[in-house]
């Protein structure tokens, strides 16, 4: 099964949901497991380590990591006084990367964000990565077409 198989149809009574649930048991059952940039304790109260809402889009994905370096991060880390995301979410592909492997553009024409690796255009004039998820191919960057 692709991941995308176990996820566009997910079960509380699959075995993928079982192995889901034991998994999270022992990761949470850890000590020291911390933000790489605040230090705070994760998981964070909300959220598991994988989703197991099988009402979620997060279904069956890994929270809290950063799927290019593996680094456990928060996803909104208080770092004198102000908040900031280290991870940010791929619409594409559906995976968190942190700030310091991929850049997360965010298109304004369909109010998306990709990792670098999910961006196929570029800008004949600037090389700029264009989103590919909308059907408008207008650089952000040096508007041109």
């Known amino acids: 099964l692709t991941s995308k198989a176990w996820r566009d149809e997910p079960s509380a ?14 990761l949470t059952s850890w000590e020291g497991m911390n933000c790489f940039e605040c230090n705070g304790l994760l998981p964070s109260s ?21 799927y ?7 996803y909104t880390c208080e770092i004198n006084e102000e908040e900031k995301s280290m991870l940010e979410y791929c619409s594409t592909c559906k995976r968190d990367y942190c700030i310091g492997c991929s850049k997360m553009p965010f298109c304004s024409f369909c ?5 670098d690796d999910c961006y196929k255009h570029e ?11 909308c059907n408008i191919f207008k650089c952000e960057y040096c508007d041109k077409y």
């Open 13 to 26: 009574a699959s075995e993928f949901h079982a192995f889901l649930g034991r998994y999270n048991q022992i």
């Open 46 to 66: 909300d959220l598991e380590w994988f989703g197991t809402a099988t009402y979620d889009l997060h279904y069956g994905t890994q929270n809290h990591t950063c």
């Open 68 to 74: 290019g370096c593996l680094k456990h991060y928060c």
């Open 111 to 115: 109010d998306e964000s990709n990792c």
């Open 123 to 133: 800008c004949h004039k600037c090389n700029g990565k264009l989103c590919s998820n």
